[in-house]
Structures are given as C-alpha cells and as structure tokens.
C-alpha cells in the first residue's frame, strides 16, 4: 500500500509471496515470529505488523549467507576400519585397559 508522497509498506503476506520459497506452507507466521522476536525489522500498528522496503531489504540482507565459496575435495582415502572399541565410552575403554 502505497499514498501518494508516503512511504510504501508491505503486509507479512506480500514479503512472504516476495522473498520466502513458495513451498513454504506458512511464511507470514514465520515472519511475524521473527518480528515479536526481534530477528527482523518491522513496524506493528495495533495486532498488524507492516514491513517497508527497507525492513525488507534488511531481512534479504540478514539471511544472506556471505561465506566465501570454498571448493570441496572429496576424499579418495577409505576410512580406517571400525572396531567395538571404537563405540565404547572413553571411560569403558580406560576400564578394558586396567583389565589383566
């Protein structure tokens, strides 16, 4: 909704129909959770919580994953072969070791 000169909002259902998956079944209660939490930027009149596009761009911008790409070698070694020993607890491996 935007008045002329005024400042353009958005209801919890139009930012989720524009940046959360479609396959999301409820998109606005996980954002209105993220807004009572204080995760994300909003604004609430009354019960309603309303969203500018700078609110939006922010929670764009906080769920962006800004890692670097890293390549990811897979490893041709096989694993050493497990043993029994290998799941018991550290303190049952201490144990057989005391054993005569």
Same mark, same amino acid.
């Given at each position: 909704?935007?008045?002329? %000169?005024? *400042?353009?909002? +958005?209801?919890?259902?139009? !930012?989720?129909? #524009?940046?959360?998956?479609?396959?999301?079944?409820?998109?606005?209660?996980?954002?209105?959770?993220?807004?009572?939490? %204080?995760? *994300?930027?909003? +604004?609430?009149?009354?019960? !309603?919580?309303? #969203?500018?596009?700078?609110?939006?761009?922010?929670?764009?911008?906080?769920?962006?994953n800004n890692?670097?790409?890293?390549?990811?070698?897979?490893?041709?070694?096989?694993?050493?072969?497990?043993?029994?020993f290998d799941?018991?607890?550290?303190?049952?491996?201490?144990?057989?070791?005391?054993?005569?």
């Open positions: 909704m935007q008045r002329d %000169g005024g *400042i353009k909002t +958005y209801s919890l259902e139009e !930012v989720a129909a #524009m940046v959360l998956p479609a396959e999301w079944a409820d998109g606005p209660r996980w954002l209105a959770r993220r807004l009572n939490r %204080g995760e *994300i930027r909003g +604004y609430r009149v009354g019960r !309603v919580w309303r #969203m500018t596009e700078d609110n939006v761009k922010d929670l764009i911008e906080r769920f962006t890692a670097p790409r890293v390549t990811i070698h897979a490893d041709t070694t096989p694993p050493p072969p497990a043993t029994v799941a018991l607890s550290a303190r049952s491996r201490r144990r057989i070791r005391r054993l005569p």
